[in-house]
């Protein structure tokens, strides 16, 4: 059974920082690539970056430059280091792991919230 834990989220003053972390377990975590998505109230959840089994990355525009993500296969984890933070990146942020690349996401965390107050 797959279980993706996020952490790491919570109340953050705008250009603050944040990492979050997602512990994995119940796949070889080296296979998969990870992603990282998020969902502000009342919208669509987006992509926000990703990254390989061989660590190549992918971002969204609205976060490159700023979010940085990694991996440490030897904790099964995967993080992501969001820095220069915006109210606008307040939404509930979710890992999901997957196959292929760019990668096909079959299994899900629960999300964790993070607020940037203004």
């Known amino acids: 059974q797959v279980q993706l834990v996020e952490s790491g989220g919570g109340l953050v003053q705008a250009g603050g920082s944040l990492r979050l972390s997602c512990a994995a377990s119940g796949r070889t975590f080296s296979n998969y690539a990870m992603g990282w998505f998020r969902q502000a109230p009342g919208k669509e959840r987006d992509f926000i970056a990703a990254?390989?089994?061989?660590?190549?990355?992918l971002y969204a525009g609205s976060v490159k430059g700023r979010f940085t993500v990694s991996r440490d296969n030897g904790k099964n984890t995967v993080y992501l280091q969001m820095n220069s933070l915006k109210p606008e990146d307040t939404a509930v942020y979710y890992c999901a792991m997957g196959r292929g690349w760019p990668a096909r996401y079959d299994y899900w965390g629960q999300g964790t919230q993070v607020t940037v107050s203004s």
């Open positions: 990254i390989s089994w061989t660590g190549s990355t």
